[in-house]
């Protein structure tokens, strides 16, 4: 991890955020998932899940509702 993103997580929690860093995007899905269990899940349109590809793993572990696509 570069020393960039190290000082951006330390600011974010100094802020009250919470930040969690992962490699990849598997390694942050897995997180994801395990987070939310078989919950209903509701995305906004969200580019980024989009892109991810996250959408067909989150439907498999619950009910997720596209609000839009594309």
Do not use: P, Q
């Not at 992962?22 to 269990?37: C, H, P, Q, R, S």
């Not at 793993?57 to 839009?68: C, M, Q, T, V």
């Amino acid at each position: 991890m570069r020393e960039l993103t190290k000082t951006a997580i330390e600011n974010f929690r100094k802020k009250g955020f919470f930040c969690e860093f992962f490699e990849d995007k598997d390694e942050a899905l897995k997180y994801v998932l395990n987070e939310i269990g078989a919950s209903d899940v509701g995305i906004g349109g969200s580019m980024t899940i989009s892109e991810l590809g996250w959408f067909e793993a989150l439907e498999k572990r619950g009910r997720a509702n596209w609000h839009r696509s594309g």
